[in-house]
């Protein structure tokens, strides 16, 4: 008999995007602390490059996930985990194969189309609880047909967590500034991503390094520039730019907690930085990004700015004006959008509570 519980996580993963994969690695990672023992493993798309990087036993397939349903499945059977969770990802007939093997199935939704999907019958009736990371601003409310049909077969509302993310480190943030020559709150920090988006020809992580470059020209700010596990070329060198290729994702958010500001993609990162209360100006690098940035700016909880140098500089510049930057720390504030991880984890705790 098992004394400590199985589970699988199965993100979307890819060339270019990482929120997925990064999001599930902060779950897991929690779930660990609290039971050193679980067995935790992934499936990962052989082709994304952060999958051999990955600190848990996992298993590799030929696409993302969702498209491998004979390989997923199978491994469902072998592993007979209690718990799969489908970030993002997931067929139908792959949430119904893991209900069947008795696991439970939580599924993470992260816009509308991918909730409503979730929300689909079949789908509802295998799932044990589906989350949100979208905060309802954003996302906005489910609609009173979906509410009804949910009801009616019995199954739970999804539960709106909000961004996921681990909280910061303090004891390895010191070391980190140390380590990039940073003080607290006198940087800037930049990421475009997982690394892997393009703008035009040029990818969306030379873009921000170059405007990072010039902001620090301009403003004397220096900055930190996370170019991404997915981006396929060699760093350069930017003057007054600390440039990295990645950061695990409790390294990622004590460093963002304190910096002065934030040029981020629209992104699982810019919903981090808004519930840090860290002033950011939101860029989008992919197609599914402007709405979410959009429904941000509406609230004036950050800037926007298109994808190209000029505007990005001249929205930086206006991100550390200090009436600019209180005006979203206090309309930030006023969301109150931290704690999905702490949520996460109770939907977690209550499904494993009936085996350990």
Known sequence: MRTAPVILFVPVSSTEGIGEYMRSTIIADEISQRWPEAQIEFVLNR???????????????????????????????????????????????????????GAKVIFISQHKRKRARGMKIERALVTDSHWVVQPEFVIGDISAFAKYKLNFIKRPLPITTGSIFAKPDQRRLQNLLQQYGLTAGKY????????????????????????????????????????????????????????????????????????????????????????????????PVSKDQPSRINSCASQQLVLNSDINTNDMVAAAQLLVDAQTRQALTSNMMSMGCSGGLELAMSEVTRLLDEKY
């Open 188 to 283: 800037l920090m930049y990421s475009a991503g997982s690394g892997g988006h393009k703008a035009g020809d040029q990818f969306a992580a030379d873009i921000f390094a170059e405007t990072a470059e010039k902001v620090y020209a301009q403003t004397g700010i220096p900055s930190l520039m996370i170019f991404g596990a997915n981006y396929p070329k060699e760093i350069a060198n930017y003057t007054g730019v600390v440039a990295i290729s990645s950061l695990d994702s409790r390294d990622f958010i004590s460093l963002l907690s304190q910096a002065k500001g934030a040029i981020l993609s629209g992104g699982d990162t810019l919903l981090q930085s808004i519930a840090l209360t860290i002033p950011t100006l939101a860029v």
């Open 47 to 101: 082709a994304a490059p952060y999958a051999e990087q990955c600190q848990y036993p996992h298993h590799l397939v030929n696409d993302t996930p969702t498209k491998c349903i004979k390989e997923v499945n199978q491994l469902v059977s072998q592993l007979k985990p209690d718990m799969v969770i489908f970030d993002a990802a997931g067929r139908k007939a792959q949430l119904k194969h893991a209900h069947k093997c």
